[in-house]
Nanobody, 120 residues
Framework: QVPFVESGGGLVQPGGSLRLSCAAS????????IRWFRQAPGKEREGVSC????????YYADSVKGRFTMSRDNGKSTVYLQMNSLKPEDTAVYYC?????????????WGQGTQVTVSS
C-alpha cells in the first residue's frame, strides 16, 4: 500500500486549468505537512509546493508562484493543487509526499502520480 492516490491530471491547452487531488491511503492526514513534486521527461524531480499540517501556511516554487494554489481538507483526507495559467513547461507527472513540516524533507514514499500534459 502506498501513502497517497493522486488524480485529476489530463491534457489541457496552454492557459488552461486543472485541479489535482492527493488522497491519503491508510493514514490520518492531519499530522503531516504535504508536498507536491513533479518530474518531467528527462529531468530531475522538482519540488512544487508545500502546505503545513494545519493548512495555515503554504509555500511555492518560483516557477509556479502566482499560478498554483495548494489547499487541504483534513475531513476528507485530501490535499488539492489548483493549477491555473498552465504552460507547456508544467508538463510532468505530479506526485505528493508527506513529511513532519514544510521545513524538512518528505518521507521517501511515492504513489503512481498523475500525468499533466499542457500542449496546443
Amino acid at each position: 500500500q502506498v501513502p497517497f492516490v493522486e488524480s485529476g491530471g489530463g491534457l489541457v491547452q496552454p492557459g488552461g486549468s486543472l485541479r489535482l487531488s492527493c488522497a491519503a491511503s491508510g493514514f490520518t492526514l492531519d499530522y503531516y505537512a504535504i508536498r507536491w513534486f513533479r518530474q518531467a521527461p528527462g529531468k530531475e524531480r522538482e519540488g512544487v509546493s508545500c502546505i503545513s499540517s494545519s493548512g495555515g501556511s503554504t509555500y511555492y516554487a518560483d516557477s509556479v508562484k502566482g499560478r498554483f494554489t495548494m489547499s487541504r481538507d483534513n475531513g476528507k483526507s485530501t490535499v488539492y493543487l489548483q493549477m491555473n495559467s498552465l504552460k507547456p513547461e508544467d508538463t510532468a507527472v505530479y506526485y505528493c509526499a508527506r513529511g513532519p513540516s514544510c521545513s524538512r524533507p518528505p518521507e521517501n514514499y511515492w504513489g503512481q502520480g498523475t500525468q499533466v500534459t499542457v500542449s496546443s
